[in-house]
């Protein structure tokens, strides 16, 4: 090995070094984020610990970020008001905090949506969330199936948490996709 190769070896492994040690810094000591879906019919006031974080419009999600620590957060519609206390342990905390008894389904798409009518026994149920308590945010979802891309990708996953009538959960797959993909 010429010593031009050891040079750019040496320089390969302590740029790695300095990556591994940036990105652990950031999920150790960076801010955790929350994540709120309006319901379709009203917007919610967020706030963390009485202060205000904003507003989510209808049927719009936002994240919010959020400092490590204990936290109350309060989502608010003009109908009700919603605490969730929180304890945000690193940068890679990233939640999911309903407002009130609000339910979700995490569909997986990928084999569906590219496809024409857009066969919905292709729809995989990835998970369900009911009950009201926050939940970890299921890794590249989308929120809204406008935001899924228009083509797919390769490799790639198309997937999306929708906000569904919480009687359907728990029931038959077909009528939770029903429920959350429409006619």
Known sequence: MSKLDRIK??????????IAALVAVAVLAGNGAIIVVAPRDAAVT?????????????????????????????LS?????????????SGAYDQVLPVGEQCFAHLDVTQAWHEPG???DRVLVEATYAGGAPFDTPTGVMFATGDLPAEA????????????PCGGIGGETGAVIEAALGG
Do not use: C
């Open 9 to 18: 070896w040496i320089l390969a492994i302590v740029g790695g070094v300095i």
């Open 118 to 120: 857009r066969p919905k």
């Open 153 to 164: 990708e390769e490799g790639k996953h198309a997937e999306v948490l929708l906000e569904v």
């Open 77 to 89: 519609t003009p109908a009700r008001v919603v605490t969730h206390a929180i304890d945000v342990g």
């Open 46 to 74: 967020v706030a963390a610990d009485g202060a205000a974080l904003g507003t989510v419009e209808p049927g719009k999600h936002a994240r919010f970020n959020v400092e490590q620590g204990k936290h109350t957060i309060t």
